[in-house]
């Protein structure tokens, strides 16, 4: 199956500091590609979705300024969280399609998640 | 908005045991995935459901989406150790293709 590969796995960082996640298809272009945080025991909260060359849109809530989103090519995402603060470690999952009109499931392949911990 | 409801949150399971969780949704949709996550990385697509009244298998897996298009239910049947994790039913909001994931039910072993 298709495979993405999403970088560092973990990471810890100092309060005030920048975080980037990097999120790589390896064997298909990623038309679209999502965003994902995961508290502890909790569900995967849609971040923002992102289409290549397209600015990110963000769910309701999510600050842009806090997550910044590039997508400028078809294999590769990255999310930064700028000045990040403990209150933002959490577990950061990608996914991406190949598609960009209507999803289905076996076209959606996620990331192995990034834990990440800000003392 | 949307309200997609997992249950149960938990279960402990013992070897050999068949076990179930169902989700239901205040909506109609037209799509059920059924996830499973192991600790520390992504989910993993388990099964998926297009039309209601669909019953799909994967092995020792069956899902089925209800013919109302409200609800989807996954079994496990003569559960193994590995089938511990957190199990995830999920819906694409029509919207911007948007995954929508319920609450999660953690299975464990029984100690």
């Known amino acids: 199956g298709a495979v993405v590969s999403q970088h560092p796995s973990w990471v810890i960082c100092k309060s005030g500091t920048s975080v980037k996640i990097e999120c790589r298809s390896l064997d298909f272009q990623a038309t679209t590609m999502f965003w994902y945080r995961q508290f502890p025991k909790q569900s995967l909260m849609l971040m923002a979705t992102s289409n290549e060359g397209s600015k990110a849109t963000y769910e309701q809530g999510v600050e842009k300024d806090k997550f910044l989103i590039n997508h400028a090519s078809l294999t590769l995402s990255t999310l930064t969280v700028t000045s990040a603060h403990p209150e933002d470690s959490s577990f950061y999952i990608c996914?991406?399609?190949?598609?960009?009109?209507?999803?289905?499931?076996?076209?959606?392949?996620f990331g192995s998640g990034t834990q990440l911990s800000v003392l | 908005g949307q309200q997609l409801n997992q249950s149960p949150q938990s279960m402990f399971i013992q070897e050999g045991e068949d076990v179930s969780m169902n989700c239901t949704s205040s909506s109609i949709f037209n799509t059920w995935l059924w996830y499973k996550q192991d600790p520390g990385e992504g989910p993993v697509l388990l099964i998926a459901l297009y039309k209601a009244g669909e019953l799909t298998s994967n092995g020792r897996l069956t899902a089925q989406f209800g013919i109302t298009r409200k609800d989807s239910f996954l079994n496990i049947s003569a559960s193994i150790p590995s089938d511990v994790g957190i199990y995830f039913c999920?819906?694409?909001?029509?919207?911007?293709?948007?995954?929508?994931f319920g609450g999660g039910t953690r299975v464990l072993v029984k100690p």
């Open positions: 999920a819906l694409f909001k029509a919207a911007g293709n948007k995954l929508t």
């Open positions: 996914s991406a399609s190949p598609d960009r009109g209507l999803l289905r499931g076996e076209k959606l392949f």
